[in-house]
């Protein structure tokens, strides 16, 4: 008899910031026990200056990647870095291009401010 395989969602929570400490784990972990997600393994993609993560997570019921990482924003908050959830069928993708706002998350100042100042109006 074959084993019947439960139903289960899968997504990608991507943390990046400036560290990533364990405190932050522990309050990432109760927020997603709360919503029921589970955490299936993480990965350290980069470390040093800049810290990124990779969070893998299964939920039995669908949930809205975009809503997850609205509700997400206090613990954005509490590290100092950013959080984005994604759908793991999208994340498995080949990557071609990454776009985001680097404000404040791995520089410590507002690119239009520095383009100001080197074009001599800021």
Known sequence: MRQEQKNTSRYILTCIGPKIAPPFFEELSRFLS??????????SLADGGVCCSEIALVS?????????????????????????????????????????????????AEVIDELAKEAGVG
Do not use: Y
């Open 34 to 43: 709360e919503k029921k997600l589970t955490i299936e393994k993480t990965r």
């Open 60 to 108: 039995e019921q669908p949930i809205d990647p975009i809503s997850l990482t609205k509700a997400c924003s206090p613990l954005k908050e509490s590290f100092g870095g950013d959080l984005i959830v994604q759908e793991a069928v999208a994340f498995a993708l080949g990557k071609r291009l990454v776009v985001f706002d680097q404000d404040s998350t791995l520089i410590q």
